[in-house]
């Protein structure tokens, strides 16, 4: 299969070192304290945050710092064929953990002792770079629930097809053997947060590909910051009319 | 400001009296009357990977089922029918007090109710899944994820299962070969693209979540409602306006007015949701 044309065009049309259509929307839940969908083209991903609140469970209560605690789970329908139930997927509790570290990392967890933050990530359309997307749909879910945060944080991933670097990848993409590198950002302080990989590449195609998905990341973090100053203005307008009515 | 700090301090300490206070009034803390229900919103095809889906929102409880169509042989004891298998999740995102990791008993009854209906061809007649040649059917999973729990969940769940089988277009499927076994048609045989058909579903059913409190009957509870009430009654009336299911599981006792009032409520979003 040809992932990169001879005009240097890939599959869905894109040139390599361009993402996916990006959307999001904050406060979709109303129960929620904070949630958010974001979608990267035809992934789309649901995130609730509850919390910070009490500990549920007082033996894992930390007095210095707040528990953060993620559940990822992809819906039965999001991918191709139906995903038959099971909760002890594997991969799905490998994610969750690395949802909720990477986030940790950026939480002012110091500022919320005695207390948790539970994170509920859900897949809804699952079309490659879901990890990424559940981050940064996460991110989104803790800034609508106003936990403090020390950064904004943005995750993408970048991948190695036919000797060329590709941002971003899709299903197919993802389904074509080459490396893939999920890297998540914390884009202010310039700190890598998450730098996963599976597969064998040599230094340079590692190099390149790491470049080419932080490029991804600061792109994502402009979008996020976009879509965080629309949300705060639509709550500062809501604000100043409640209190004219008030 | 001290006097509505008062009153939330008094809804947060004596929840029941002070739901009691609105209840004597004939009003609910939402402001709505005891027999009105909340507005609902159906949207359909929504996920994109799904064969068919539907989002349905009442005020605020929201559900979200999703179809996935797979080909499968006939059951041995029912040859001639494809089967509609519904399940019902309750991810930990749906409320705050939900707990990761455990099978919440609400969701097994949910999945059983709607399963049930299912199975027995209520919701549409299932020897429509069928293959003309008989060897192969359809499987519709239709798994419906609650996000947003806030009450009346048996009806949202069922509007969404029906919201998303309106929506369901079956691919058709390409003459059985020697092997028995249908495969979907390509898109471009030649005589041109093969249509897909719309399922004919039974005359849909209603459903309507009605609370007991303190002898009054309190239309569509939110989840603040449901967890001061006496007693719930489900019911669900079909096409002609009967009643088609009734489920009261214990609590307190349930008067034949009460049943007069639900039914017709229920016969009132009936006629709202299908028009005249």
């Given at each position: 299969m040809e992932y990169v044309n001879t005009v240097g065009?890939?599959?869905?049309?894109?040139?390599?070192?361009e993402i996916r259509q990006l959307r999001a929307e904050m406060s979709?839940?109303?129960?929620?304290d904070g949630s958010a969908t974001f979608e990267m083209g035809n992934t789309k991903v649901l995130a609730a945050v509850y919390g910070p609140?009490?500990?549920?469970n007082r033996a894992q209560t930390d007095t210095s710092k707040a528990t953060v605690r993620c559940e990822y789970s992809m819906a039965a329908?999001?991918?191709?064929e139906r995903r038959r139930r099971g909760k002890s997927d594997r991969r799905a509790t490998e994610t969750s953990l690395a949802i909720a570290n990477t986030l940790e990392q950026n939480?002012?967890?110091?500022?919320?002792?005695?207390t948790q933050i539970d994170i509920y990530v859900q897949v809804l359309?699952?079309?490659?770079?879901m990890r990424c997307a559940a981050i940064n749909a996460a991110f989104l879910a803790l800034a609508d629930a106003g936990v403090p945060m020390r950064d904004s944080v943005a995750a993408c991933a970048a991948g190695y097809l036919d000797g060329t670097a590709l941002l971003d990848l899709n299903y197919t993409e993802d389904g074509g053997g080459g490396p893939e590198v999920a890297v998540a950002l914390q884009t202010g302080l310039h700190q890598v947060l998450m730098l996963q990989t599976d597969s064998k590449l040599s230094m340079e195609v590692f190099e390149e590909v790491v470049e080419l998905a932080s490029n991804g990341c600061r792109a994502v973090a402009e979008f996020l910051r976009t879509t965080l100053l629309a949300h705060v203005g639509r709550l500062s307008l809501a604000t100043s009319i409640a209190k004219s009515e008030a | 400001m001290v006097v509505s700090l008062e009153g939330d301090a008094f809804a947060r300490l004596y929840p029941r009296e002070y739901y009691a206070k609105f209840v004597s009034q004939g009003m609910r803390p939402d402001g709505r009357v005891l027999t009105q229900e909340r507005p609902i919103s159906i949207v359909r095809?929504?996920?994109?990977?799904?064969?068919s889906s539907a989002l349905v929102k009442l005020g605020r409880a929201t559900a979200l089922a999703g179809i996935k169509l797979e080909v499968a042989s006939p059951e041995d004891e029912r040859p001639g029918e494809g089967s509609i298998i519904v399940q019902v999740e309750l991810p930990?995102?749906?409320?705050?007090?939900s707990r990761p990791g455990l099978v919440s008993p609400r969701a097994a009854r949910l999945t059983e109710e709607l399963g049930g209906l299912a199975e027995s061809g209520?919701?549409?007649?299932?020897?429509?899944?069928?293959?003309?040649?008989?060897?192969s059917v359809w499987v519709a999973y239709c798994d419906v994820y609650?996000?947003?729990?806030?009450?009346?969940l048996s009806d949202v769940c069922l509007l969404a299962t029906l919201a998303a089988l309106q929506a369901l277009r079956l691919p058709a499927l390409e003459p059985e070969g020697a092997g028995g076994a249908a495969v979907p048609a390509p898109h471009d045989t030649p005589e041109g693209p093969a249509a897909p058909r719309a399922l004919r579903l039974e005359p849909p059913l209603t459903p309507l979540t009605c609370g007991i409190f303190g002898g009054a009957l309190v239309v569509d509870p939110t989840a603040e409602e449901e967890a001061l009430m006496d007693a719930l009654v489900c019911l669900r009336v079909n096409g002609d306006g009967q009643l088609a299911g009734v489920s009261k599981l214990g609590g307190s006792g349930l008067g034949r007015e009460h049943l007069a009032t639900a039914h017709m409520a229920a016969m009132r979003r009936h006629l709202a949701l299908q028009g005249p």
């Open positions: 065009l890939r599959l869905d049309g894109r040139r390599p070192n979709t839940l109303a129960s929620a609140r009490e500990a549920s329908f999001s991918s191709g939480i002012l967890t110091e500022l919320l002792p005695r359309q699952a079309d490659g770079g | 095809d929504v996920v994109a990977g799904a064969d930990p995102m749906c409320s705050a007090s209520a919701l549409c007649d299932l020897a429509q899944l069928t293959h003309p040649g008989g060897r609650v996000l947003d729990a806030d009450g009346s």
